[in-house]
């Protein structure tokens, strides 16, 4: 695994794989790696000839000082994690510092989201989060040029952005996004679990069993033939969060995939693609999880998951 710092550098490796007439994968991350990055990792592999990591802690995306300081690093367990990945260790990480990414400090020229995609979910909780990632994405996809790039279906409504500054930009890149990494107890990984103290963690499986409560009103829609009230959805999936009061809640929406926006009737066929996506601060820690109504692989992962 080579390490570059620079972007100058970076062009220049990727120019040597492109010459031997391979593909490229970028998987971008900002660190403090898991089992759900290296997922990503392993997918990236199976789709490209060369892998690249980016890490960076990237401060346009922070709302908040204080949550860009307790971000999670550790560059050296980093390297040691996809250094143990075996035949999908990447081949190419990219550690820029932020005078690199930045260089004449905080941008004047910004990717800004609108449409809609951040009206609701994490885009009202956190104001201009979403115009800091599609900046960073978007400087990253010009820095390396890959033929694709690989993302988790955790962060569902970044998912969604990176998918349309791809196609409203015209990059030349295809994005692919990977299932939701869960821990033994359900709950969807993440570098900030980690913070979370043994009874935060066990609070935190809320989330998870909530979603899977949604799931059960879906299917039982399917079962019965009869129309998916939203109604019914968002009372099953609060009513896990009711029994939970030291769990702070965020949002708890219903919304359609490609909009991010909620359907606009009350009543649904039943096997319509609707994202349930919940947000909550347990203790210090906000935590995002979500499943997609309708794509019974993710609600097989997610109900296999809670039991």
Do not use: W
């Amino acid at each position: 695994m080579q390490e570059v710092t620079t972007i100058t550098r970076l062009r220049a490796a990727v120019d040597e794989y492109r010459r031997t007439g391979a593909t490229v994968g970028l998987v971008p991350t900002m660190g403090a790696l898991h089992e759900g990055h290296l997922e990503l990792v392993r997918r990236c592999a199976t789709e490209s000839d060369v892998t690249v990591v980016s890490i960076f802690v990237n401060p346009t995306q922070f709302d908040r000082a204080d949550d860009l300081a307790a971000y999670p690093r550790d560059l050296d367990g980093d390297r040691a994690a996809l250094r143990g990945m075996d035949d999908t260790t990447p081949d190419l990480l990219y550690v820029p510092s932020t005078e690199q990414m930045y260089p004449s400090g905080d941008p004047v020229v910004r990717v800004s989201v609108g449409g809609g995609l951040t009206d609701r979910l994490c885009g009202r909780s956190r104001p201009g989060h979403f115009d800091g990632v599609a900046t960073v994405v978007t400087k990253l996809l010009n820095q390396v040029a890959p033929d694709l790039a690989v993302f988790g279906r955790k962060d569902r409504q970044q998912l969604q952005i990176i998918r349309r500054l791809v196609t409203d930009l015209d990059l030349a890149v295809r994005v692919v996004g990977v299932p939701t990494v869960r821990e033994t107890d359900a709950l969807a990984i993440s570098s900030r679990n980690r913070r979370l103290s043994p009874t935060e963690r066990e609070q935190a499986t809320v989330l998870a069993r909530a979603l899977a409560s949604a799931v059960a009103v879906a299917r039982q829609a399917r079962r019965t033939g009869g129309v998916l009230p939203l109604e019914a959805l968002h009372r099953a999936l609060a009513a896990p969060f009711d029994e939970m009061p030291e769990v702070r809640v965020d949002y708890l929406e219903v919304v359609a995939p490609d909009t991010m926006a909620p359907p606009d009737a009350a009543e649904l066929a039943p096997d319509t693609r609707l994202i349930v996506a919940v947000a909550a601060e347990v203790g210090p820690v906000r935590l995002i999880d979500n499943v997609e109504l309708g794509d019974l692989d993710d609600e097989d992962r997610l109900l296999e998951a809670v039991r």
